[in-house]
Nanobody, 122 residues
Framework: QVQLVESGGGSVQAGGSLRLSCSASGFVDRIGWFRQAPGKEREAVGA???????TYYADSVRGRFTISQNNAKNMVLQMSSLKPEDTATYYC???????????????????WGQGTQVTVSS
């Protein structure tokens, strides 16, 4: 069992930046970031594979968001040039490697953080 603890988030004006952190209690192969706005489905933001450091991003955030890792258990989501449509609850999720799993599918993750709110005002 892996526990995930998120920190960061808050409120910012459009064009601003925020930093989210995710700490895992154990080693995982992949950390993903997801977000969910009221009335909408949970969507993938991006992911990092902890062994290789490879990162993947949704088209909506590529070039504005950056995922990095301080070590195998601590990940950072740096968000810049924020837009009002980025407003959502953000979750980090952890998954172990299983053939066929995809970074952008919520069902392909085993553990979830509690979520943290990000609000971007215009």
């Amino acid at each position: 069992q892996v526990q995930l603890v998120e920190s960061g988030g808050g409120s910012v004006q459009a064009g601003g930046s925020l930093r989210l952190s995710c700490s895992a209690s154990g080693f995982v192969d992949r950390i993903g970031w997801f977000r969910q706005a009221p009335g909408k489905e949970r969507e993938a933001v991006g992911a990092i594979y902890t062994r290789s450091g490879s990162t993947y991003y949704a088209d909506s955030v590529r070039g504005r968001f950056t995922i990095s890792q301080n070590n195998a258990k601590n990940m950072v989501l740096q968000m810049s040039s924020l837009k009002p449509e980025d407003t959502a609850t953000y979750y980090c999720a952890a998954g172990q490697f299983v053939s066929g799993r995809r970074w952008f599918r919520p069902d392909d993750y085993d553990y979830w953080g509690q979520g943290t709110q990000v609000t971007v005002s215009s």
